[in-house]
C-alpha cells in the first residue's frame, strides 16, 4: 500500500475526534438528535479548519444505519462507504474544476431522483465561490425548494463571494482558526501513535508556523518526521519551517536592552544568510515580544505563550524592559512589517526597525533621545523668559494699582496673496504684438466661427473653453482669455489641440490664426498696460509734431477701446461731468 499524508491518514472520522469547532458540532450534533436538520449547509472559514471533513462527518451521521445518533458509527456499511469516497448518494462536487453552468445543471436535474441506499443524497460542493454568476442563478431555485430528500453543504475560503440570494437560503457556520494548543494535541497523537520521540518545543514551532491551520501543521510534521532521524528534535523543527529559535531572540532582546546595534545587526544578518525571511523574522519578534508581555503580566498566561517557555531566564527578561517599552517594539515592527508588503528591500526595512528599537527607550511616555535633549539649556530661551517673567510682574503690579493695562494692538493679519495652482507664463510678447495689429473684422471673423470649433473638438476638450472669450485678434493670431489658470495651461501646453483649433477657424474663415492662452488677471493687465503705454506714446505725439512714426492709425486695438467707449452714452455722460484724463474704462 503506498504512503499517505498524516493529514489523509488522521483526518477525524467523528464528531469528537475533530479538534475545536465546539460551536459547529454541538450545533450539528443536537439539530440531528432533535431530527431537526435542514437542507443547506454554509462552512466557511480558513483553510485546514476542517469543514469537508465535517461536511463528511454529518453526512455520515445523517446516513448512519443507527439514525437518529450525535455520531456516525463507523461500522454500518453506509458509514464505511462514505468514508471509503464510493457512496453513490454522497456527491462530492470540486466547484474549482467545475464552474460552469452545464456542471450544475446535471446537479440539478439528478436531484429530483430518489436516494439508491440512504435516508438522504447529501450534495457537497467544494470551494463554492468559484461557481460562475450563472452557475449561482441555476442552482438559486434548487437550493430554495430543494426535494425532501435532497441536503446541500456547501464549503468556502472566501464567503464574502458568495451572492446574498445563496447565503440567506443556508445556516451558515463559521469556523475559526485552531488554537495552539489544540494543534498540539494532535500532533501529539500522532507522533504516540507512530512511537517517535519528540521535544514538544519542536511542536510549538510547527504549530505556530501553521498559523491556525491543522492540515498545514500535519503536512509541516510530517515532512519534519522524514527529515528527522530517532527522534523529532528542536533543531529539526526550526530547519525545516523556516523559524528562530527563542535562544536566538533571547539575544536580541539583550542586545537592544544593551543598545549594542553591531550584536543586533550581526544577529539578523546571520539569520537572512541561513535563508531566513526578513518578513517572517519581523512576524517572529513581534511574537516573541507579545510572549514578554505576557509572561510581565501574569503566570497564569503561559498557555497563551507561542514562541517562548516559561523559563526562568524568559521571566527575568520579561521584567528588564517596561511595558511601554514593550509596546513600543511591537508597534515599530508592525509598521515595519506594513511597510515591507509594497518593497523589495525588506532587509533594508527590518535594519532600519531594529536601529529605531535600539534607540527606543520610554522614561514616563517620552524617550530617552528627547528627554536628554531637554537637558540642553538654551542661553537665548532663558533670556526670553527673563523677559516674560518681568513683563508679567510689571503687568500684576499695575493691576494691584487698579491701573488698567493697556491692550496690546492686535496685528491685522496681512491678506494671503493669490495662490497660483499652476505655474504658467503668457506669452506677453506675442499677445502685445497682436494687440498692435488687432482690427474688429478678425475679432469679428472668430467670435462668428467660435461655437462651431467648440462643436468639433471633443467633449473633453470644448469642456476647457466653457470659461474663456477671444478677446483680440489681429490677421495673424488672436487671444483667448480663461477664467481658471488650470484651463489655460491645459490648452496651452496641448499642441495638437491648438493646430486642431486653428485649422478648423482656416476652414470657415480662410485665414490661419495661432491660438493664444492668457489667464484673467493677467489679460487685465496686459490691456491696461498696453492702453497706458500706448496712450502716453500718443500724448508724446501730439506734444512733439515732428515725430509722426506713431498714430492712431497703426493702433486699431487704441481705436476700438476709444470707439467703444465713446458709444456708451454712460461713460459719455461721466466723461463730460469728471472728464476723460480722470474716467476710466474696464470692460468686464
Known amino acids: 500500500m503506498t504512503y499517505q499524508a498524516f493529514y489523509r491518514v488522521y483526518r477525524p472520522q467523528s464528531?469528537?475526534?475533530?479538534?475545536?469547532?465546539?460551536?459547529?458540532?454541538r450545533t450539528l450534533q443536537n439539530a440531528l438528535l432533535a431530527n431537526k436538520t435542514t437542507h443547506a449547509y454554509l462552512f466557511s472559514?480558513?483553510?485546514?479548519?476542517?469543514?469537508?471533513?465535517?461536511?463528511?462527518?454529518?453526512?455520515?451521521?445523517?446516513?448512519?444505519?443507527?439514525?437518529?445518533?450525535?455520531?456516525?458509527?463507523?461500522?454500518?456499511?453506509?458509514?464505511?462507504?462514505?468514508?471509503?469516497?464510493?457512496?453513490?448518494?454522497?456527491?462530492?462536487?470540486?466547484?474549482?474544476?467545475?464552474?460552469?453552468?452545464?456542471?450544475?445543471?446535471?446537479i440539478i436535474e439528478k436531484v429530483r431522483f430518489a436516494p439508491a441506499n440512504a435516508r438522504f443524497k447529501v450534495y457537497i460542493i467544494d470551494e463554492v465561490h468559484m461557481l460562475s454568476t450563472s452557475a449561482f442563478n441555476a442552482l438559486l431555485k434548487t437550493l430554495e425548494e430543494p426535494p425532501a430528500h435532497a441536503v446541500f453543504i456547501l464549503a468556502t475560503t472566501e464567503p464574502h463571494k458568495l451572492p446574498a440570494t445563496i447565503i440567506s437560503r443556508c445556516q451558515r457556520f463559521d469556523f475559526k482558526r485552531l488554537s495552539s494548543n489544540d494543534i498540539l494535541e494532535r500532533m501529539k497523537v500522532v507522533l504516540e501513535d507512530i512511537h517517535l520521540p519528540f521535544d514538544e518545543q519542536a511542536l510549538k514551532v510547527i504549530a505556530q508556523a501553521a498559523a491556525g491551520g491543522m492540515r498545514d501543521a500535519l503536512s509541516l510534521l510530517d515532512q519534519v518526521v522524514s527529515f528527522s532521524g530517532e527522534s523529532l528534535t528542536l533543531e529539526d523543527a526550526l530547519l525545516v519551517t523556516g523559524s528562530v529559535s527563542q535562544d536566538v531572540f533571547y539575544d536580541v532582546a539583550i542586545a537592544l536592552k544593551e543598545k549594542d546595534v553591531?550584536?543586533?545587526?550581526?544577529?539578523?544578518?546571520?539569520?537572512?544568510?541561513?535563508?531566513?525571511?526578513?518578513?517572517?523574522?519581523?512576524?517572529?519578534?513581534?511574537?516573541?515580544?507579545?510572549?514578554?508581555?505576557?509572561?510581565?503580566?501574569?503566570?497564569?498566561?503561559?498557555?497563551?505563550?507561542?514562541?517562548?517557555?516559561?523559563?526562568?531566564?524568559?521571566?527575568?527578561?520579561?521584567?528588564?524592559?517596561?511595558?511601554?517599552n514593550l509596546y513600543g517594539f511591537i508597534d515599530i515592527l508592525a509598521k515595519t512589517q506594513q511597510e515591507m508588503r509594497y518593497s523589495h528591500h525588506t532587509k533594508i526595512y527590518l535594519e532600519t526597525a531594529l536601529l529605531k528599537m535600539a534607540q527606543y527607550s520610554n522614561v514616563g511616555?517620552?524617550?530617552?533621545?528627547?528627554?536628554?535633549?531637554?537637558?540642553?539649556?538654551?542661553?537665548?530661551?532663558?533670556?526670553?523668559?527673563?523677559?516674560?517673567?518681568?513683563?508679567?510682574?510689571?503687568?500684576?503690579?499695575?493691576?494691584?494699582?487698579?491701573?488698567?493695562?493697556?491692550?496690546?494692538?492686535?496685528?491685522?493679519?496681512?491678506?494671503?496673496?493669490r495662490a497660483k495652482s499652476q505655474n504658467y507664463n503668457a506669452p506677453i510678447g506675442k499677445i502685445k504684438e497682436v494687440l498692435k495689429g488687432a482690427t474688429k473684422k478678425d475679432i469679428q471673423t472668430i467670435k462668428n466661427g467660435w461655437m462651431q470649433v467648440l462643436s468639433q473638438l471633443q467633449k473633453s476638450h470644448a469642456a476647457l473653453f466653457a470659461e474663456a472669450e477671444p478677446v483680440a485678434a489681429s490677421s495673424s493670431a488672436f487671444v483667448v482669455k480663461f477664467k481658471y489658470d488650470i484651463h489655460c495651461k491645459m490648452v496651452a501646453e496641448n499642441r495638437e489641440l491648438t493646430a486642431s483649433f486653428s485649422q478648423f477657424l482656416l476652414q470657415l474663415s480662410g485665414n490661419m490664426y495661432e491660438?493664444?492662452?492668457?489667464?484673467?488677471?493677467?489679460?487685465?493687465?496686459?490691456?491696461?498696460?498696453?492702453?497706458?503705454?500706448?496712450?502716453?506714446?500718443?500724448?508724446?505725439?501730439?506734444?512733439?509734431?515732428?515725430?509722426?512714426?506713431?498714430?492712431?492709425?497703426?493702433?486699431?486695438?487704441?481705436?476700438?477701446?476709444?470707439?467703444?467707449?465713446?458709444?456708451?452714452?454712460?461713460?459719455?455722460?461721466?466723461?463730460?461731468?469728471?472728464?476723460?484724463?480722470?474716467?476710466?474704462?474696464?470692460?468686464?
Not at 464528531?15 to 458540532?25: D, L, P, Y
Not at 544568510?273 to 510581565?296: C, H, S
Not at 542661553?379 to 503690579?397: F, G, H, I, R, W
Request: glycine share 4%.
Open 515 to 588: 491660438l493664444l492662452c492668457i489667464p484673467e488677471d493677467d489679460w487685465y493687465k496686459v490691456r491696461e498696460n498696453f492702453i497706458k503705454e500706448n496712450h502716453t506714446a500718443d500724448k508724446n505725439e501730439s506734444s512733439n509734431q515732428e515725430d509722426s512714426s506713431f498714430s492712431h492709425s497703426e493702433q486699431p486695438f487704441i481705436e476700438d477701446v476709444q470707439e467703444m467707449t465713446s458709444d456708451d452714452p454712460l461713460i459719455s455722460e461721466a466723461e463730460k461731468l469728471f472728464g476723460k484724463d480722470i474716467v476710466e474704462v474696464i470692460e468686464d
Open 45 to 106: 472559514g480558513p483553510r485546514g479548519t476542517g469543514k469537508t471533513s465535517t461536511a463528511k462527518i454529518f453526512a455520515k451521521a445523517l446516513n448512519c444505519e443507527n439514525a437518529p445518533s450525535n455520531e456516525p458509527c463507523n461500522e454500518c456499511p453506509t458509514c464505511f462507504s462514505i468514508t471509503e469516497g464510493s457512496h453513490p448518494d454522497v456527491i462530492e462536487f470540486d466547484a474549482a474544476s467545475n464552474s460552469r453552468v452545464e456542471e450544475m445543471r446535471d
Open 262 to 324: 553591531a550584536q543586533v545587526l550581526s544577529l539578523m544578518e546571520g539569520l537572512i544568510a541561513d535563508g531566513k525571511e526578513p518578513v517572517r523574522l519581523a512576524e517572529d519578534l513581534i511574537t516573541f515580544f507579545r510572549d514578554l508581555l505576557l509572561l510581565q503580566t501574569s503566570r497564569e498566561l503561559d498557555e497563551l505563550l507561542e514562541l517562548v517557555t516559561p523559563e526562568e531566564k524568559f521571566m527575568q527578561l520579561a521584567h528588564e524592559f517596561s511595558a511601554d
Open 365 to 417: 511616555g517620552v524617550t530617552q533621545s528627547t528627554a536628554s535633549a531637554g537637558n540642553v539649556v538654551d542661553p537665548q530661551l532663558m533670556d526670553k523668559v527673563a523677559t516674560l517673567e518681568k513683563m508679567v510682574q510689571s503687568l500684576t503690579q499695575q493691576l494691584q494699582n487698579g491701573v488698567q493695562p493697556a491692550a496690546a494692538p492686535q496685528a491685522k493679519e496681512a491678506p494671503r496673496p
Open 15 to 25: 464528531f469528537r475526534e475533530m479538534s475545536g469547532q465546539t460551536h459547529v458540532k
